[in-house]
């Protein structure tokens, strides 16, 4: 929490980088890492920046690519990931700040975000895992039911049998047996 003081400073100039015509695409994905990391350096106090930065996320999650475009789709995961991480972020910092309620109105945005990645066919092993650790942080933190109709989808499903099925590292197979595990809590 001693990195309140500087956060808003910081979300204004990664916003605005985010907007920048100059900066190379490249930059864009660590940007909206960034604020996965600010999240969890300010927890709680991270809430006046949490509408904004959802909402940059969603926008960002949004971009499609051709799949012909290999250039284009590769940045499209590269941009995944970062949003992926920055909710990651988000989602502990509140955790360990004990305001997850802040969260909620966010999960069907995050759900819908998680299930575009989930179902599309250019989805890395490190998407997958990104998606299964969002999955599974927001069951675990929604265990009394609070989001049984969002994580009760089919394809929540196929993605966690993914994990558990798809080739991979041992550690996809490990992140999607505990996703499973923390979604039949969450919806019993």
């Not at 960002?60 to 475009?69: I, T, V």
């Not at 066919?121 to 929604?142: M, N, P, W």
């Amino acid at each position: 929490e001693q990195a309140t003081p500087f956060a808003q400073g910081f979300m204004e100039l990664l916003l605005e980088d985010l907007q920048s015509t100059v900066l190379h695409r490249s930059v864009k994905p660590p940007i909206l890492s960034c604020f996965g990391d600010i999240a969890l350096a300010v927890g709680g106090n991270f809430a006046p920046y949490l509408e904004t930065t959802v909402g940059v996320l969603q926008q960002a999650g949004a971009m499609r690519a051709d799949p012909n475009n290999y250039d284009l789709v590769d940045y499209i995961n590269q941009l995944r990931e970062g949003i992926l991480e920055a909710y990651a972020g988000i989602i502990a910092g509140l955790k360990w700040a004990s305001k997850t309620d802040l969260i909620l109105p966010h999960v069907p945005t995050i759900c819908a975000f998680l299930h575009v990645v989930a179902t599309d066919q250019d989805q890395t092993d490190e998407l997958l895992k990104g998606t299964l650790g969002i999955i599974g942080d927001l069951a675990e933190i929604f265990a009394n039911g609070q989001i049984k109709g969002a994580l009760d989808q089919q394809w929540i499903a196929e993605v966690l049998k993914s994990g558990r099925t798809r080739v991979g590292g041992p550690e996809t197979k490990k992140l999607a047996k505990w996703a499973k595990e923390m979604v039949r809590r969450a919806t019993q």
